[in-house]
């Protein structure tokens, strides 16, 4: 199997002293493309760091120098765009909570007219695919164009296992929509947590992003922000000593005959399952008209809770994920209530 190289940036999630950057830079030099730092943090707190500022650049300059690297920091005004630029910064980022403002994109676009200077555009904090793809034309349409996208997962409300909720649905249609943007994960943001770090790498390597965002601190219990998501030097080798990189092309000919074959078999399920899907509405439109005769109500929840549980256990027998079949199902039963409200009415 031929192993492609992911593209990493990774470093500190904020530039903190300038031995922090220079001891983390020199453990991970030659593992990374583009050492990343934030100097400028938007934080949702006003009582957390946000940042060391202007002197965070000398740091990176002398960084870029004397590590023949490419340094990375976010910007989020025209006035950072402005000092990121007199410093000879090599890449921009544009953070979560500035994609979701076009206004403030705009402005920062603007700011950017005639450079040409590779900027990274996070995804919006909610999974709002537009605003994204938005943000990346604003920055398009001024003739910035070596861009690419960063999946770093969008804002979860209650209980999650994940700090940002990847919806990996949402980065493979960015994908779809704009195929020739590198799409680079940002595992970090979306943990939260570094355990989970490792195997939200290999996902997005699975389903062929270009690249991962990975903040790196040398003591991550100290550090001034992101502290719980960031990893040691140490477990950023390891993470990428284990990782699996597959082909996306398929060339041996083999190969392509045994998945062809595979292939043909899922179609055939899939055939079957539309062709049920379609009978299953035959039934609902009888319903409908049985409940509009006798004047009842489209949705029973009795029922709707019936069909929950009998549907997950008996998916549970089948050794299917439990989620999967209650999300399918909340999917079909909300069709099917939005068919019988158009009969009915
Ligand atoms: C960061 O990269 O440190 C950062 C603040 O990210 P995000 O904008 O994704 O929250
Ligand atoms: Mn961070």
């Not at 765009?81 to 090599?90: N, P, R, Y």
């Not at 043909?264 to 899939?270: A, E, K, L, S, T």
């Not at 009978?279 to 439109?285: E, L, Q, T």
Request: glycine share 4%.
């Amino acid at each position: 199997m031929k192993f492609r190289k992911p593209y990493i940036i990774a470093g500190p999630c904020s530039a903190e002293t300038e031995d922090q950057v220079f001891n983390i830079a020199n453990h991970i030099k030659d593992d990374i493309d583009i050492f990343r730092a934030g100097i400028w943090k938007p934080r949702t707190s006003p009582n957390s760091f946000e940042g060391v500022g202007l002197i965070g650049l000398e740091w990176l300059k002398k960084i870029q120098f004397k590590y023949k690297l490419k340094v990375a920091t976010e910007v989020a005004t025209p006035q950072h765009v402005e000092s990121c630029l007199s410093a000879g910064i090599d890449v921009l980022w544009i953070g979560a909570r500035t994609t979701v403002n076009p206004f403030y994109v705009q402005e920062i676009a603007e700011s950017l007219r005639g450079v040409d200077i590779p900027v990274y555009v996070k995804n919006p904090i909610h999974p709002e695919l537009g605003l994204w793809l938005g943000a990346l034309e604003r920055l398009d349409n001024v003739g910035i164009k070596k861009l690419s996208a960063v999946h770093r997962g969008f804002y979860n409300y209650g209980n999650s296992a994940y700090r940002n909720n990847p919806k990996w649905e949402v980065p493979i249609k960015l994908r779809k929509e704009s195929p020739n943007t590198p799409i680079i994960c940002d595992p970090s943001h979306i943990s939260g947590n570094h355990i989970l770090i490792e195997e939200i790498s290999q996902i997005a390597m699975d389903i062929d992003f270009d690249g991962l965002m990975l903040e790196v601190h040398n003591s991550p219990n100290l550090a001034l922000s992101d502290s719980n998501q960031q990893i040691t030097p140490k477990a950023f080798k390891n993470i990428l000593k284990n990782l699996i990189v597959s082909q996306s092309k398929l060339n041996d000919n083999n190969v392509k005959q045994e998945l062809n074959f595979l292939r043909n078999q899922i179609n055939i399920f899939d055939t079957e399952l539309i062709q049920l899907l379609s009978k299953r509405n035959d039934i609902v439109r009888e319903i409908a008209y049985l409940k509009k005769q006798n004047q009842l109500t489209v949705f029973q929840i009795e029922r709707w809770f019936e069909i929950l549980k009998t549907r997950t256990e008996l998916g549970t027998k089948l050794k299917l994920d439990n989620q999967m079949v209650a999300e399918i199902y909340e999917l079909i039963h909300k069709y099917s209530i939005l068919l019988q409200t158009r009969i009915i009415r």
